[in-house]
């Protein structure tokens, strides 16, 4: 006789009710005594607790022969769930990498197999250890022939499309270095005509460090006087609140833009003095990007001075004519935008005075020189013969 302990939870009150002990955790049972379907029944029993009635033999084979059912319920949902798959060649898709570096990504197919979770109802068998007890059955399925020929469809598919990204990924990185090449050649192109001396003699005696130095070059004569380079990547967050002041610098700005097709991107912002103390709030500056033919761009700026031109602004819409000249500089601040311009060319060194330099001087001068005379105009008394009195 071969007799085995079989864990169990008891219903307290219906056990006391049958006159049996509550406490009672186990059950013997008699393996010789019982039929082959009731063996396999605790053969395919997970091992945990069963939940019974009562502490009896009939009630443990009862819930058992339930278990088995909602198990065989579940495993046919499951499989049927697989099958679905595979009849309706359902598919997910995601983005995978070409390479181990970089941020290019290919889209990748596959079977969308039912994702199995541990929502088990309360009493009921666990879905994960349904699918692992059977593992077999759902891999006919899975990894059958018919699953087997439409793996290797996607895997056909999944390889095209990785070849496809990866041949657009060369085709865009060859465009890329065709594009610095030309962009190179056209900054050697400059620094032959508007460069100095020394990187034409270092272009010529083919050394590398021309290109340092006529990018810096090229950079100097684009960067408008009074604007600096800024250093060491300091904090400038977008200007909040423009006053007028700002307003006009922006505008400015946006009017060199105009005069140069390698400055752009003007725009306000608040910049932290530099070697300021902590408690220096900074101040509004304008800032413009100059981008050289090879691709590489430097960020200027300037500080926003008080004084602006009218010479190249027009009233806002909506703004009458009276606000407009409430906004006009004094004869004061005009002389000092004007000396402020003229202190920034003193700085220019004469290996910097390219043509370029040269056009941009004359459009600083002009406008600077325009706003002047039209503030001092504006200022100047009216003569003793506009005001109605004899000569």
Known sequence: MVTI???????????????????TESIAVDLDAITQEERDLLADHMGAPIAVTTPTVED????????????????????????DVLR???????????????????EVTEPDWPRIRRTAVPGGPDPLDVMAKHRDKVREITHGAQAAAWRRELDAINQESRDRALRE??????????????????????????????????????????????????????TPAGFRPFVDNPYAPPLPAPDAADIHALREARFLAATDDCVGDPALVWLRRPAGPEHDPGGSAVQLTITAPHGS??????WVSTSHSL??????????EADWLDLAPTV?????????????FDDVRPD????????????????????????????????PDERGTDA
């Open 5 to 23: 302990q079989v864990p169990i939870y008891v219903d307290r009150a219906a056990t006391i009710r049958a006159g049996l002990d509550p406490s």
């Open 60 to 83: 443990l084979f009862e819930t058992l022969r339930a278990t088995a059912a909602a198990v065989d319920a579940l495993l046919a949902e499951l499989l049927e769930a697989h099958r």
């Open 88 to 106: 309706e060649r359902r598919v997910k898709t995601w983005q995978e990498p070409i390479m181990s570096f970089g941020e290019e990504t290919y």
């Open 169 to 222: 990924w060369h085709e865009a990185e060859e465009a890329r270095t065709r594009a610095r090449d030309e962009g190179i050649a056209r900054l050697k192109e400059w620094a032959m005509t508007n460069g100095s001396e020394r990187v034409r003699l270092l272009i010529e005696e083919n050394m590398a460090t021309w290109y340092g130095v006529a990018e810096d070059e090229f950079f100097a004569a684009h």
């Open 297 to 302: 761009t430097r960020v200027v700026w300037r």
């Open 311 to 320: 010479t190249t602004h027009q009233p806002a819409p909506g703004e009458s």
């Open 332 to 344: 004061a601040e005009a002389v000092e935008e004007f000396r402020r311009l003229l202190d920034a």
């Open 352 to 383: 910097e005075m390219t043509t370029m330099f040269y056009m941009h001087a004359f459009n600083e001068l002009t406008a600077s020189g325009r706003q002047l005379l039209e503030t001092l105009d504006t200022d100047t008394p009216p003569a």
